[in-house]
């Protein structure tokens, strides 16, 4: 039986997985690519999506990636992690992409109810120095800039993963989006139907 025909008959056979979709610091105004992956995870999930710029209230912050980042390290990030905690009670398994990885983070440190956190180019980690208690997966571009080591991301027992010759919006490449669905699928529908 295939890869494919089996997460196909695990689907069918059990109640879909709740997932949170968080996006990057653009929200939904440069996000096209997310409707690659909605592609290949909606037949197998429960799926909410939430735009990080609507959560932390900084739509208003300008178009400059600069003037995005000053307002989520500025208290954007915090806002939204409250916001999260908020509206989200239900356990849950969450994919994010750039800031929406910050932003989940602060918020399963503050009590969010993740079942898993797989975070693409997460910003503002390194000084971090507790992590959430629940599975965590990090990826990252080889020139993505300012990011956590592997040491730092061993010593608290993150599951890390740097890709060769990728930036920091790696995952709107369709390499990486088939990749990272696929382990996903992996990780949680096995699970699930082993469990």
Not at 17 to 23: A, G
Not at 135 to 160: C, N, Q, T
């Given at each position: 039986?295939?890869?494919?025909?089996?997460l196909?008959?695990?689907?069918?056979?059990?109640?879909?997985?709740?997932?949170?979709i968080?996006?990057?610091?653009?929200?939904?105004k440069?996000?096209?690519?997310?409707?690659?992956?909605?592609?290949?995870l909606?037949q197998?999930?429960?799926?909410?999506?939430?735009?990080s710029?609507?959560?932390?209230?900084?739509?208003?912050?300008g178009?400059?990636?600069?003037?995005?980042?000053?307002?989520?390290?500025?208290?954007?990030?915090?806002?939204?992690?409250?916001?999260l905690?908020?509206?989200?009670?239900?356990?849950?398994?969450?994919?994010?992409f750039?800031?929406g990885?910050?932003i989940?983070?602060?918020?399963?440190?503050?009590?969010?109810?993740?079942?898993?956190?797989?975070?693409?180019?997460?910003?503002?980690?390194?000084e971090?120095l507790?992590?959430?208690s629940?599975?965590?997966?990090?990826?990252?571009?080889?020139?993505?800039?300012?990011?956590?080591?592997?040491?730092?991301?061993?010593?608290?027992?993150?599951e890390?993963k740097?890709?060769?010759?990728?930036?920091?919006?790696?995952?709107?490449?369709?390499?990486i989006?088939?990749?990272?669905?696929?382990?996903?699928l992996?990780?949680?529908?096995?699970?699930?139907?082993?469990?």
């Amino acid at each position: 039986m295939s890869r494919i025909n089996l997460l196909i008959l695990i689907n069918t056979t059990t109640m879909a997985e709740r997932l949170v979709i968080l996006s990057d610091m653009w929200g939904s105004k440069k996000g096209l690519w997310i409707t690659s992956y909605l592609g290949y995870l909606q037949q197998y999930f429960d799926i909410v999506f939430y735009d990080s710029q609507q959560l932390s209230g900084i739509e208003s912050a300008g178009n400059t990636p600069e003037n995005i980042c000053e307002a989520l390290a500025g208290g954007g990030v915090e806002r939204a992690a409250r916001q999260l905690l908020r509206k989200e009670k239900i356990p849950s398994h969450y994919l994010t992409f750039c800031a929406g990885g910050t932003i989940a983070w602060q918020a399963a440190l503050m009590g969010l109810p993740v079942k898993s956190l797989y975070s693409i180019s997460p910003v503002l980690l390194s000084e971090q120095l507790e992590k959430p208690s629940c599975p965590v997966k990090l990826m990252f571009g080889e020139y993505h800039g300012d990011i956590p080591s592997a040491s730092w991301a061993v010593s608290r027992g993150i599951e890390y993963k740097m890709v060769p010759r990728f930036g920091r919006e790696l995952y709107s490449d369709e390499k990486i989006i088939r990749e990272v669905c696929m382990n996903l699928l992996d990780d949680v529908l096995k699970k699930q139907y082993q469990g």
